[in-house]
Structures are given as structure tokens and as C-alpha cells.
């Protein structure tokens, strides 16, 4: 059985009611159920698009909320969350060590580009707090590196890495990720190894 809202009537935390068209990285943002439905509605008809079904797009959100706001939902099951933990910062700090110890490379501008727009199509592109000095030091790292999409590139919800920089760290430093991880990526992530936009 799918995840659904136990409640439509009342509004989720931030970022409330939130659907992430796949096919062009539009988010559906509202604050009653009425609205969100015809917000993606809306969009799908303005855009030529396949009007996403209430379902589907409380299957996504169910995702991202904390346990207790949807059906089938196993309080047990691993969510992304928004804030970064000393976790989150030694993992980065490891894989940012990896990086510079194997000579700092980066992938080819068309496939940093390619993984790029793959995430401004993920609902897990989003806002994370906790680190104010992430920004600058991978500024100074990356240099002048970056893609045609870093206008809508935030940070992963999963692993919370900046991904502006991310896109452009070759798989085989972001491949040592712990399995929690994987488990959590969607199918479509370029990192999820068992979906098609893996590229080893």
C-alpha cells in the first residue's frame, strides 16, 4: 500500500504541501491540500505536462515528513532531514579528504551538467541549515567550476552536501558512501547504483 496523508486538512511542516515535478524540477508549494492540487494542476496544463495524480503526489511528500502524518508509514523507516548532524559533517569532511588526497579532480563539465539537472528534478533538493561556512569553503575549492543549473541547485537532503560541488566529485569518492545512504536515495538520483542515471 502507498503513503498517504492521514490528515489532508492539515497543513505539514515546512515546506508544507510540496510536489517536485519530475519532468522539469518545478515544486508545487502550498499551504492548504485545495491549493497544492491545483498549483500542480495548473502547472502540468501551462506546461503541456501529465497532470501528476493527488496520490502520486502525496506518495512523494510522504517521504519527507516526520512519522505519524501519513498511512503505511513505518516510524522505523530512515528520512532525510534538514539540518545538518556532527554526522553529516564528519561524513562530508572524509569524502572532502578523499577528494583532495586523490589530486582534487572533477568530473567532465557534461556530465557534472547531466547529474546537475538530474537534481533540480529531485523533491530532495532543498534547503539545509547548519553550516554557514559550507558555502564559501566549497567557493574557494571549486574555483570558477560550475554548471548551467547552480541557480537551482540547494543541498542533497540525504547526504547534505552542497550541490553545486557535488555534481562535480568523480563516483568513486562519492561511491564510499555508507549503505544508509544508498537506501535512501530515489531510484532516479545519479548516485543510487541500482537506479538508470548511475554512471560507474
Same mark, same amino acid.
Given at each position: 500500500?502507498?503513503?498517504?496523508?492521514?490528515?489532508?486538512?492539515?497543513?505539514?511542516?515546512?515546506?508544507?504541501?510540496?510536489?517536485?515535478?519530475?519532468? %522539469?524540477?518545478?515544486?508545487?508549494?502550498?499551504? #492548504?491540500?485545495? $491549493? /497544492? =492540487?491545483?498549483?500542480?494542476? +495548473?502547472?502540468?496544463?501551462?506546461?503541456?505536462?501529465?497532470?501528476?495524480?493527488?496520490?502520486?503526489?502525496?506518495?512523494?511528500?510522504?517521504?519527507?515528513?516526520?512519522?505519524?502524518?501519513?498511512?503505511?508509514?513505518?516510524?522505523?523507516?530512515?528520512?532525510?532531514?534538514?539540518?545538518?548532524?556532527? %554526522?553529516?559533517?564528519?561524513?562530508?569532511?572524509? #569524502?572532502?579528504? $578523499? /577528494? =583532495?588526497?586523490?589530486?582534487? +579532480?572533477?568530473?567532465?563539465?557534461?556530465?557534472?551538467?547531466?547529474?546537475?539537472?538530474?537534481?533540480?528534478?529531485?523533491?530532495?533538493?532543498?534547503?539545509?541549515?547548519?553550516?554557514?561556512?559550507?558555502?564559501?569553503?566549497?567557493?574557494?575549492?571549486?574555483?570558477?567550476?560550475?554548471?548551467?543549473? %547552480?541557480?537551482?541547485?540547494?543541498?542533497?537532503?540525504?547526504?547534505?552536501?552542497? =550541490?553545486?560541488?557535488?555534481?562535480?566529485?568523480?563516483?568513486?569518492?562519492?561511491?564510499?558512501?555508507?549503505?544508509?545512504?544508498?537506501?535512501?536515495?530515489?531510484?532516479?538520483?545519479?548516485?543510487?547504483?541500482?537506479?538508470?542515471?548511475?554512471?560507474?
Amino acid at each position: 500500500m502507498k503513503l498517504s496523508l492521514i490528515n489532508n486538512r492539515v497543513c505539514p511542516p515546512e515546506p508544507y504541501f510540496r510536489y517536485v515535478f519530475p519532468e %522539469d524540477g518545478y515544486a508545487a508549494v502550498a499551504t #492548504t491540500y485545495d $491549493a /497544492w =492540487l491545483a498549483e500542480a494542476g +495548473k502547472h502540468a496544463q501551462a506546461n503541456g505536462l501529465e497532470g501528476p495524480t493527488s496520490e502520486a503526489m502525496e506518495e512523494q511528500l510522504c517521504h519527507t515528513l516526520p512519522p505519524g502524518w501519513c498511512n503505511s508509514d513505518d516510524p522505523r523507516m530512515v528520512r532525510p532531514a534538514t539540518n545538518l548532524s556532527w %554526522d553529516d559533517v564528519s561524513g562530508a569532511l572524509k #569524502t572532502f579528504g $578523499a /577528494w =583532495l588526497m586523490g589530486g582534487a +579532480k572533477t568530473v567532465e563539465q557534461s556530465e557534472a551538467d547531466r547529474r546537475a539537472l538530474i537534481c533540480t528534478r529531485c523533491y530532495l533538493n532543498v534547503q539545509v541549515g547548519g553550516c554557514s561556512g559550507c558555502q564559501q569553503l566549497i567557493a574557494e575549492v571549486l574555483g570558477k567550476k560550475q554548471t548551467k543549473y %547552480d541557480f537551482a541547485l540547494r543541498a542533497c537532503g540525504v547526504c547534505k552536501c552542497v =550541490l553545486r560541488a557535488k555534481v562535480h566529485f568523480p563516483i568513486d569518492i562519492l561511491s564510499k558512501e555508507n549503505q544508509e545512504l544508498q537506501d535512501l536515495y530515489p531510484e532516479f538520483c545519479w548516485l543510487q547504483k541500482n537506479g538508470p542515471n548511475y554512471r560507474p
